[in-house]
């Protein structure tokens, strides 16, 4: 939640002119996202997102996020589009910032997701990691297990704060997924989508109508996408399991997207890794946000529970699969 | 800059099927009012604002102040418009909060405030001021004079933090004012919109398209409202007052309601109580906001320099005007 920037009227009038979509009626700094300013454009033909980038994003990265966007929206996938302004460039500049103009789209992220939300969610992700096959850039996951002890190593001394013996459960299940996490190539791989928690899911009558903020995305295992939305989405606010819903969301994507052996097989590896992943992440802000700051960070301990239910987990059976699909 | 409460798809679908707009396609959250949840909501007919009423806003003033709206829409005041429910309510509850739908209302504030902005503002304040002549309810202005030195009293101790000398300034200030306002019903009033800062003020193409955050609405003398334009609107970021802006804003609104000898004569006066008033309420958010709350308060000492400004004028020609219309 956050709008960081401020832009002028007059700034904004001269952006959307290079662009083909009349003048600007309204624009509105939206809650969404945290990483950037993100308001919502309303011009004579329509509404729009305008994102400027904040520093938490790296420049270098815009060209592959945004032609990542253009490339799956050109398949069917429903994503924001990147508009091209005058110059044929989907990114531009404003207030200072980059800034890019992309497509609204319509549809509410579900607070309480359903097997039905699941299955859809599964569906849409088999179809994203197929149509991102031929896209020709790429861009490394840096928040995998390469760069998992380095984030260790900056929370440790004070991990046990937040949990006492949480620090040597971290080194000692970090050495376990160091040593088995397979190699790059290793299972079927593509462009993945890196954060697909329910806020970046839109549904509208049920169906799911919409893929947002790809800022995350990388191209690494399809089988680690999928880890995090069983992460996300399959477990109830009580900590238990839901095994539907995770049945739902893995058979809807073998649907569209046959699974190999190995990857079944990997299941529980990659759901122990994602879940260090965001452990590791949520436990960094909460020790590094000040107490009175009014974003409240996320509970790491969260993370650890999950991570703890997938190292009990014998075979992909325990999410609703059986070994050879 | 705000959303405080989140709303649940479900909840806000079953809302929303109370009005006759049609179902809910998004509903975002927006940076617009500090005091409630603001959300833009779109439905199968159009744009909505969304508001959900927070611990600020006393719930007892919502029926003058939505009921005020709806009163200024159906005399053409560019104002939202509050909906009715199937019961015609315009006040519902949604998140455990009372809650309201109103009209959307195109345009964007001006970041750098024109003569031309000020001449429209001037028309608008006095339509408004015309409008409100019939509105059966009044609401006591809670930020007046009666309410200032109580103000002071919780931050005189550490106002010389803010400024060295500040503290004795505003106590002697405060009696000259007390001294010289005028008593309720010595001037011409009546409802009032009282913060009509350039960003609740909207303009569609240098037309003025909207009023809105009527929140701090009540009845009290017209030219308190106008003092309040003239710091808001008239003074340069350098903290030079610009006499044009203000000729513009004063002569635009006489045209369209005139003034009393009195109310000119007064003026001065109200300019500087209106100083006051925001230089105590924003001396108090200085001195009580923590340091790193991502919320930075307003500087108090604008209000000063407004205030020694106003204090060294002598009649309204100091704004443009001739003492008489």
Partial sequence: MAVYTEVSDDDLTAFVAGYD????RSCKGIAEGVENSNFLLTTETGSFILTLYEKRVNTDDLPFF???LAHLADKDVPCPTPLANATNEILGRLSDRPAAIVSFLDG???RRPTPEHCAELGRAI???HLAGADFEMSRANNLSVGQWRGLLDQSRDRSDEVKP???AFLDEELS???ADWPAAGGLPSGVIHGDLFPDNVFFQDGKLSGLIDFYFACNDFF?????ICLNAWCFEPDGSFNITKARRMLTAYNKVRDFSTDELAALPLMARGVSMRFLLTRLYDWLNTPKDALVTPKNP???YEKLRFHQGVDGPGAYGLEATP
Same sequence: chains 1, 2.
């Avoid at 979509?21 to 600007?24: F, L, S």
């Avoid at 089988?223 to 880890?227: C, I, M, R, S």
């Fill in 21 to 24: 979509i009349g003048a600007p």
């Fill in 108 to 110: 509410m992220w579900p």
């Fill in 126 to 128: 088999a179809h994203m």
């Fill in 66 to 68: 945004l032609g990542l």
């Fill in 301 to 303: 301990l969260e993370y």
């Fill in 165 to 167: 013996g949480l620090a």
């Fill in 223 to 227: 089988v680690y996408d999928l880890a």
């Fill in 176 to 178: 376990a997924l160091e």
